[in-house]
């Protein structure tokens, strides 16, 4: 909450208000909500088919064995973002609870079984980035630094990640390896073999792309001229930017680090940074408010099942 308070202070005073106003009142509105509504529900439902293999990839051996239904995962993904405004694993952490008793498993065990997908988005948006950074090594010029530090910590999470994957699945009877299958923390992600993991990730990647087309489509919205080509990069180092938690659903971390990104994007002899503010403004507030309005119709059934459950524990 600091962090959020501190960023958003910072655009403030940095901006020219009367400028993104008016950048904000020039944008396409009619464009501007099918944009945001339209990739909104088509996000929920991605999100929701990756979750239901997911669980049965990691989870369908164990409990009730009978794969979780698509409604039954909308549904608790839907009531999820109410807790993903404060943070994505505030938001993991409330659908391993209820997964964990639809599948009669451990609350740690399920919380590790959805912590997965973090796991193959972080190895997917990795992957991504350095992709990208090799395919266009000129696209951070001027940014030598974080493009540095981009390929050094992306390149050793996509390294370590398969390969402790690699090693779990492997056939080594080694005591410690044995021990640390074994562990409920654990035991969902040396569920996972390679093929199927790299399944996840290629599935993932088109999760990203839902994003690089929303921002595409509300960045023509706002009269900017987007580059397909940047934006393929620049959405998953974003996208990484977002998930710390240093504010509340990436208000702040994002917008700034967007001001230097999207500069180039920025068209007609206006000012850059009021019409980046605007732009980055409008698609965070209104991602969250479509997705409280997503969460609305499912949230009644849900609280009254954590009510009966808990009463039932």
């Known amino acids: 909450m600091v962090g959020t308070v501190v960023l958003i202070g910072y655009l403030f005073w940095s901006t020219d208000l009367a400028a993104a106003y008016a950048a904000l009142m020039g944008a396409n509105l009619l464009a501007t909500l099918a944009t945001l509504v339209g990739f909104t529900l088509a996000v929920w439902l991605f999100d929701s088919i990756c979750l ?39 938001a993991t952490l409330g659908m391993g609870w209820l997964v964990s008793r639809r599948k009669k498993v451990g609350v740690v065990e399920s919380v590790a079984a959805l912590a997965v997908l973090s796991y193959i988005d972080l190895v997917a948006l990795s992957a991504l980035v350095v992709a990208g950074l090799w395919l266009a090594p000129d696209i951070l010029l001027g940014h030598e630094l974080l493009e540095q530090r981009l390929e050094t910590i992306c390149t050793t999470i996509f390294c370590l990640a398969l390969g402790c994957l690699i090693l779990l699945q492997s056939g080594l009877r080694v005591g410690f390896l044995d021990r640390l299958r074994g562990l409920a923390l654990l035991r969902p992600v040396a569920a996972i073999s390679p093929p199927t993991m790299m399944l996840g990730v290629v599935m993932r990647m088109g999760f990203v792309l839902l994003y690089v087309a929303a921002n595409y489509c509300l960045m023509l919205a706002f009269g900017m001229r987007p580059d397909l080509y940047l934006l393929l990069v620049f959405i998953p180092i974003l996208t990484v930017v977002g998930v710390v938690p240093l504010s509340i659903s990436g208000l702040g971390t994002t917008q700034i680090l967007m001001r230097t990104l999207y500069a180039p994007m920025v068209v007609g002899g206006v000012e850059v940074v009021p019409v980046i503010d605007a732009y980055s403004t409008v698609m965070i507030l209104g991602f969250i408010l479509v997705r409280l309005l997503v969460a609305a119709p499912y949230l009644p059934a849900v609280l009254a099942e954590i009510r009966q459950r808990q009463g039932s524990d």
């Open 52 to 90: 239901v293999w997911l669980i049965d990839v990691t989870l369908g051996h164990r409990g009730e064995q009978h794969p979780m239904p698509l409604r039954q995962v909308a549904a608790i993904k839907a009531a999820s973002y109410i807790l993903n405004i404060v943070n994505y694993n505030a």
